[in-house]
């Protein structure tokens, strides 16, 4: 099994069970495993969100380019995902092109 990552990236099931597995070993309490996996769900949204702001842009973060809009820093949010609520941190653009400048455009539930 591989789970397709954009156009050209991929990650196998084998490489992503190594990782739990890793993980897991500090994994004591229901606890533990619910805040692993609001981390998990963390990262994994914020990359996949950084990667959308790449597409719209054009071009990777710290890569130099003539774009007439860049990255702006990170606005937080709370979201809400069947994990529980947390923070994260949606990446913006100069613009406010990607995500729409209104305070209403926000990302409240996964």
Do not use: C
């Not at 994994?27 to 963390?42: G, P, R, V, W, Y």
């Not at 890569?63 to 994990?83: F, H, L, M, P």
């Amino acid at each position: 099994h591989t789970l397709r990552i954009g156009e050209d990236k991929q990650m196998k099931k084998e490489d992503l069970l190594a990782i739990a597995k890793e993980a897991a070993k500090n994994i004591k309490t229901e606890h533990d495993l619910s805040q692993l996996t609001k981390m998990l769900s963390k990262i994994t949204i914020e990359a996949a969100l950084n990667a959308e702001l790449d597409d719209h842009l054009g071009y990777d973060k710290n890569e130099v380019t003539g774009s007439d809009n860049s990255r702006n820093g990170y606005t937080s949010k709370t979201i809400q995902t069947e994990d529980g609520q947390f923070e994260i941190d949606t990446p913006r653009d100069r613009n406010g092109n990607i995500w729409g400048q209104s305070k209403n455009s926000k990302i409240k539930s996964l």
